[in-house]
């Protein structure tokens, strides 16, 4: 399909609202549930530790963006991370949405550890909507040489772990295939298979160490939708790293395939060169998912995109270079002459999508500088 004139793009942003919230394993094909894991993935960024009160904002700025799972920390991991993720599971948790019902699901991460899963499970019961995602690697390199297990072994403590968890009360359990994305397809159908059996409601696609092109990782999760027994009765997230700068394409590149769920960081942030980016994926699919996209769409008010944006920038220390797309100080300022002279004409020849929908208001900051060119 051809995209959107820009300026009809413009105008499609105009008009495009929050819609209703749509809770978790509905029936529309086309909704595309928002996983962030800021908190969790994002803290993992060398000197982004934050403090429980800190943990509380952002999760709050979260909830106003819409997110549909905010995973809030990994409880096992540290007494504090524990108290960060039951504190946001009390209070986020239960903020429900009077008019439209919303109200995030909170997540904990968890090893196929039955103390790790318990510890979980303590963290986030409190919150309307609790999850535990376990993951495991599933990937030879990591089976054979951090877990020294074999894949008879790693299928036991996945599906085991799955069906522990769901015997604690929790109803929504999510399975992580660490490094799936190096993983052997065939053994992925397999283990997928038994942790569907065994009671996950959704199944994570991995490219932990940032390895695949867009084109790989969509034939990743074609192929899983295609081999998988169960799999058309759960949701497929994909949590894509950026080690080669590729994690936002590969995730869109995932939900074309028919991931539903995308796993995403404020800013990108996160392990080693960063995750994909709620915002790049997001902003992509409301400019570009009426046509690139057949139609696929988030539930983000995407106006409290800069405000999130600036507060993790702060609660964390890690500021965002002026180039970053979306977000960045320099997004949606012109120098070049060329460019000014098609900016006071028209706004659309040079901008595909307006700053007050990302939450600024165009100013003096914004717009024309004076500069070489």
């Known amino acids: 399909m051809s995209p959107l004139p820009l300026s009809a793009a413009a105008n499609h942003l105009r008009r495009v609202r929050r819609p209703e919230y749509i809770p978790n394993r509905i029936s529309d094909p086309n909704y595309v549930r928002v996983f962030d894991t800021t908190l969790r993935d994002g803290e993992q960024s060398p000197g982004a530790a934050m403090q429980t009160e800190q943990k509380l904002l952002i999760a709050r700025k979260l909830a106003e963006l819409g997110v549909d799972v905010i995973e809030a920390g990994f409880p096992a991991a540290s007494a504090a991370d524990f108290e960060a993720v039951k504190a946001i599971a009390e209070t986020v948790g239960n903020d429900v949405d009077e008019e439209t019902g919303y109200v995030p699901v909170i997540c904990g991460l968890s090893r196929c550890r039955k103390d790790d899963v318990e510890a979980a499970w303590e963290a986030v019961k409190h919150a309307k909507r609790p999850r535990i995602h376990v993951f495991i690697s599933t990937s030879d390199i990591h089976m054979e040489h951090k877990l020294r297990k074999t894949r008879e072994e790693v299928i036991q403590m996945a599906s085991s772990m799955i069906r522990f968890a769901r015997s604690l009360g929790c109803a929504d359990v999510e399975f992580g295939a660490e490094d799936a994305g190096r993983s052997e397809k065939g053994f992925m159908y397999k283990i997928l298979e038994e942790v569907i059996k065994a009671g996950a409601s959704t199944v994570n696609i991995a490219d932990t160490v940032g390895i695949n092109t867009p084109d790989e990782f969509g034939e990743l999760i074609s192929d899983i939708k295609a081999n998988t027994p169960g799999i058309d009765d759960v949701i497929i997230s994909t949590h894509c790293q950026n080690d080669l700068g590729l994690a936002t394409a590969n995730t869109l590149s995932g939900t074309s395939a028919g991931a539903r769920q995308v796993e995403v960081t ?58 970053k797309a979306i977000v960045g100080a320099n997004a949606f300022v012109h120098e070049s002459g060329i460019h000014q002279d098609g900016m006071l004409k028209n706004k659309s020849t040079y901008e595909i999508m307006l700053p007050e929908d990302v939450g600024l208001e165009r100013s003096q900051e914004l717009g024309i500088v004076l500069g070489k060119l």
């Open 266 to 323: 404020i800013n990108g942030i996160g392990e080693r060169g960063g995750n994909a980016s709620l915002e790049e994926v997001v902003m992509t699919l409301k400019c570009k998912g009426e046509h690139a996209f057949c139609g696929l769409y988030t539930g983000i008010d995407t106006r409290h995109i800069v405000p999130a944006s600036k507060l993790v920038e702060e609660h964390t220390g890690l500021h965002v270079q002026p180039h």
